[in-house]
């Protein structure tokens, strides 16, 4: 069992940055794959951002170059840093653990871009 709290979301104007924490209830190396996940209103939910047990991490297209991954061992926590953010990005945003095929979601965490 995997248990994950996020934090971080808000409103922010267009251009603004935020960073999303998630707080993990172990440690990362029973822990497969981290991922953030967003969803929008009306609209599914899609892969934002991911990292591996090893530290691979793969972008979604929208995300590349301007959201960043990552994770501090020691406070068991995974991060994802959001920058030049646009009135799209709108959405709940989830964090993901996948610990042998068996996925984990924390409640998630709404940010809000204003145009």
């Known amino acids: 069992q995997v248990e994950l709290v996020e934090s971080g979301g808000g409103l922010v104007q267009t251009g603004g940055s935020l960073r999303l924490s998630c707080a993990v209830s172990?440690?990362?190396?029973?822990?497969?794959?981290m991922g953030w996940y967003r969803q929008a209103p009306g609209k599914q939910r899609e892969l934002v951002a991911s990292?591996?047990?090893?530290?691979?991490?793969n972008y979604a297209d929208s995300a590349k170059g301007r959201f960043t991954i990552s994770r501090d061992n020691a406070k068991n926590t995974v991060y994802l840093q959001m920058n030049s953010l646009k009135p799209e990005d709108t959405a709940v945003y989830y964090c993901n653990a996948r610990q042998l095929s068996v996925d984990y979601w924390g409640k998630g965490t709404s940010v809000t871009v204003s145009s």
């Open positions: 172990r440690n990362f190396f029973s822990i497969n794959t």
């Open positions: 990292m591996t047990r090893g530290g691979s991490t």
